[in-house]
């Protein structure tokens, strides 16, 4: 890959080789895109369910000004819905709240708003099962996308990875969370209600009285 969006090279002085790589915005190019179903709320496959605002800034850790700022200036805009006029509602993509929260992460470190958005268009371009195996790393000044964990122990010893990011952690949060919140099948408009482990219990005690 070459060098990240700050122009920042990969083989500065001082560094030895590694086999971790500084994102570019076309890093992912020789990476086919693909379109995976993958089950979310009621069975029903992941890329047919949108979330709306309150539902992605509860499941990424946001607050609804952070999301309307980074819809407003296209560092993370809805995937499936944006907002038309006054009243509509945008609609994000269980993608797009995986990236909303590996944002707030990076911002909460100090990481710069180029470097994040070079990181989001390669999260963008990448298929579901590569963001699973992903961890994104940055030494405040490039981010880095290492794939194993050889890459990532290389890149801790070049003493330039001072903070990491396991994507397929952000992932299973996200989804956790996402399982009990309210979601919106995007072919058909209808509401799916998310499951919610008090909820359940209730059930169950109300079964045994």
Known sequence: MGSSGDGTAG??????????????SSAADHTPKRREAVSGNGG???EQIGYRGPTACAAAGITYRQLDY?????????????AYGSGSQRLYSFRDVVVLKIVKRFLDTGVSLQNIRTAVQHL???????????TLMSD????????????????????????GIAVGVVWRDVES???????????????LVGHHP?????RRRNRAV
């Open 11 to 24: 083989g500065g002085p001082g560094r030895g080789p590694v086999e971790a790589y500084p994102l570019h």
């Open 44 to 46: 029903v496959a992941v």
């Open 70 to 82: 980074w819809a407003r200036t296209g560092l993370v805009e809805p995937s499936v819905r944006p």
């Open 124 to 134: 963008r371009e990448r298929g579901f099962r590569d963001l699973e195996r992903m």
């Open 140 to 163: 405040g000044a490039t981010v880095y996308e290492c794939s194993s964990p050889d890459e990532v122990h290389d890149l801790l010893q070049g003493g330039q990875g001072i903070f």
């Open 177 to 191: 969370a996402l399982s009990q919140l309210h979601g919106e099948r995007i072919d058909t408009g209808e509401t």
């Open 198 to 202: 008090a909820d359940e219990l209730a």
